[in-house]
Every structure is written in C-alpha cells, then in structure tokens.
T-cell receptor, first 109, second 116 residues
Framework: GQNIDQPTEMTATEGAIVQINCTYQ??????LFWYQQHAGEAPTFLSY??LDGLEEKGRFSSFLSRSKGYSYLLLKELQMKDSASYLCAVVDSNYQLIWGAGTKLIIKP | GAVVSQHPSWVICKSGTSVKIECRSL??????MFWYRQFPKQSLMLMATSNEGSKATYEQGVEKDKFLINHASLTLSTLTVTSAHPEDSSFYIC????????????FGEGSRLTVL
C-alpha cells in the first residue's frame, strides 16, 4: 500500500529552527509537495521537490532524498504566524497526490 | 499565481436539503479538479477527481449519488451535496491542477457546510 508518515505534532520556540520530516512509500514518485494549512483555511503551497537535494526559499527550505523515501521541511527564524499544520504530499505514478496526515506545529513565545 | 475561487465560503442548511458548491479556476484552464473533505483536526480526504467533460472518479466509500460532481467547462466544477444530513457537516475544499510541468495544485478557499 501507499503510506506517508509525518509526526502528528511538534512544538518550537519563536525565533528558533524546526525540521518537519516526511517519509513515504508510494507506487512511483513524481514529486513531493509541502503545503501549509492554518486552521479553518485551505492549504497554501510551500514547495515542490522532484530531484534530490535542498531547495531554499526564504525562511523555508525543503529537502528530498528519493533513495531513502524521505523529505523534510526546515523552517528558520520561526514566527508566531508559522503556527499551522504542514502537509506532505507525494505525486504517485498515476499523478495522484497521496497526502500525509499533517504535522501540527505549535510556536511558543 | 493561479487563482481558484470557491463559493460559498459558508453555508448553513436544514437536514434533507441540497447544497451546491462551486469551484472556478479564474486565470487558467483546469481539465482536472479535485474535491476534498476535511473534518476537524483531520487531514484532507480526497472525495473525487473531476474531469472536464466526463464522469467524476470517486474514492472508495464516497457515495456518488449523494455527492454529485459536474465539470461542464474547463473553469468550473460543482459539488452538490444532496439530501444533506448533520454528518455531512464538514469543510469542503476544491483544487485544480495548474498548467505548469510540476502539476502544482491550487486550492480554493474552502466551503464550510453546517447541516442543522
């Protein structure tokens, strides 16, 4: 079967750095997305990785290792507004998205 | 970036009535749109894949006669919840696949349905 694993909840301090991991087992791989979702709102796009390595975009970076079936989202200089759920989603061989359950990130002052 | 508009944002209805939710891609053509349902504190659950000009593909466990999906044009898909009941109360979100090579999904704002 297809499976996406990410931690249910993480807590971090304002101004710090946090890494949210995602491991996947899917039938085929055509890229991995990270989305941010605030409570009661639709998800917003953060990053897309299809090649191995690190992609940096401002305070957010995303890393992918296809051989390990592993990705992480790195958030630097955390702000209170970063409190949200972070969703990992893999595009499988049929170009369908397989979603993780999301990681709820709590930022404390 | 691409914009997907979803309407209405909030809807409250009586049990037994039907509710229609619209999803529009405003500045691009979307041959494929997706409908999701999200219960509180849970992840997105794909309900169906809507393909322009053909029947929607429903996920296992989703009643196609209850959740009617129409994708009559390249910019509009509709989800109709027929004979809604309180257990249908949820956050319904649509998304459309963009035209870029990444196949990035653009999400609508979501529609919160409350059935009394």
């Amino acid at each position: 079967g297809q499976n996406i694993d990410q931690p249910t909840e993480m807590t971090a301090t304002e101004g710090a750095i946090v890494q949210i991991n995602c491991t996947y087992q899917t039938s085929g791989f055509n890229g991995l997305f990270w989305y941010q979702q605030h409570a009661g709102e639709a998800p917003t796009f953060l990053s897309y990785n299809v090649l191995d390595g690190l992609e940096e975009k401002g305070r957010f970076s995303s890393f992918l290792s296809r051989s390990k079936g592993y990705s992480y989202l790195l958030l630097k200089e955390l702000q209170m507004k970063d409190s949200a759920s972070y969703l990992c989603a893999v595009v499988d061989s049929n170009y369908q998205l397989i979603w993780g359950a999301g990681t709820k990130l709590i930022i404390k002052p | 970036g691409a914009v997907v508009s979803q309407h209405p944002s909030w809807v409250i209805c009586k049990s037994g009535t039907s509710v229609k939710i619209e999803c529009r891609s405003l500045d691009f053509q979307a041959t494929t749109m997706f409908w999701y349902r999200q219960f509180p504190k849970q992840s997105l659950m794909l309900m169906a894949t809507s393909n322009e000009g053909s029947k929607a593909t429903y996920e296992q466990g989703v009643e196609k006669d209850k959740f009617l999906i129409n994708h009559a044009s390249l910019t509009l898909s509709t989800l109709t919840v027929t004979s809604a009941h309180p257990e249908d109360s949820s956050f319904y979100i649509c998304s459309a696949r963009g035209e870029s090579d990444t196949g990035e999904l653009f999400f609508g704002e979501g529609s919160r349905l409350t059935v009394l």
